[in-house]
């Protein structure tokens, strides 16, 4: 069956087609194709091209210690950073990975002790992101286990602790939960972006992650970024990822430094349209629609945040985050599966160490997607409603 957009929602470009109402809506990974719009936007400003000539190398820098590190990537990076003051970069190496992912496991290789009998326990505190027990476990390593939520941590001795903040599934400002003084720590602050968050003050921990993909969308380029202070533990960084993979796509992280440039000139240039307040509308947007919906429903209930103030904004604001956590108040206690019945794919709680009853739904997709989505969650409350 086919049905117009309904009227309560804008026709964009993307939603004037039909929408077929058999069609699974897939809101589960958080895939970040909402940024389409911006870019599009900004025409051919991106473009890179490379002759056959360039790029043959596996080296980009033999004098730095990540020395397939692409010099202008680092140079943007940094340059981000400071415009949008969500980070310390001075003190840090930079090491650059195939997404976060990749940076991930080597933060892990790199800071486990290599000299105990047990492998040391890796926790997060729940909802934690749900790759962290999956890439922890995944190759059975005899030098880190995952060891669950944090907050249940009760072991002596060392461990490592994920603090991700905001905090992907549920986009809480976090901290270290385990109260132990023997944790190594890595904070994982891939939405630490004002699109999602106020930016509070320059985060300067020891291991902080960042990643293109939740930054400016740019998921599919594979490209993400660690800012650690010890050089022992970058250069550790480093070797994980020239055993693993000889380095990082060049094209890649040309591409990407080409987009973070554009990105920070945005921020500069007032004749050019701010990436960041441009996100943070498209997101304040989405957030209004999806709290309407939700507002006064005997079924579901979402996540709340504080207004915080915006050191980058010069501004109050409340967090959006790419992630909706959904949950739900009634009796049903499988709430991926009743949202599935209803063909909207979400993530399961159970999957982030949580409650069934509690969801993870992306608000990064298409406005053609997201608007579906508003529309089959107001059939579902209607129909409990008994309207
Ligand atoms: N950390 C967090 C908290 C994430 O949500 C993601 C992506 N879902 C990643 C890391 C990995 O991102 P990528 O590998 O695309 O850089």
Known sequence: KCSPVPSAIPETRENVTLINWDTLINLDQGDPVMYESYWRKMGNRCDITFSGYQSLSYFANAKNLCWFLEPKLEEEIKRLH?????????DHYVVVGTGSSQLIQ????ALSPTDQ??????????????????????????LYKWAGDARNFEKDGPYI??????????????????NGDQ??????????????????????YDVMLFTVSKCTGHAGSRIGWALVRDKEVARKMT???EISTIGVSKEAQLRAAKILGVISDSCLDPTLENFFEYSQSHMTKRWQKLREVVKGSDLFTLQKYPLQYCHFTRDFYESHPAFAWLMCKGSEDDLEKLLKGHKIQT?????????????????????????IFLQRLMSIQGLTNGN
Request: one cysteine or more; aromatic letters at 12%; charged letters at 20%.
């Open 82 to 90: 400071n415009v949008v003051g969500n980070a310390i970069v001075d």
């Open 106 to 109: 080597a933060a892990l290789y």
């Open 117 to 142: 009998p047990e492998p040391i326990s890796v926790v997060s505190a729940a909802p934690f992101y749900s790759s962290y027990p999956e890439v922890t476990d995944f190759v059975r390593s005899g």
């Open 161 to 178: 602790e994920f603090i991700t903040s905001p905090n992907n599934p549920d986009g809480v400002t976090r901290e270290p939960v385990v």
């Open 183 to 204: 944790g190594i720590l890595i904070h994982d602050l891939a939405y630490y972006w004002p699109q999602y968050t106020a930016i509070t003050s320059p985060a300067k």
């Open 239 to 241: 070797k994980f990822m």
């Open 347 to 371: 993530r399961s709680g159970r999957k982030f160490g949580s409650d069934p009853k509690c969801v993870r739904i992306s608000m990064l997709s298409r406005d053609e997607d997201f608007n």
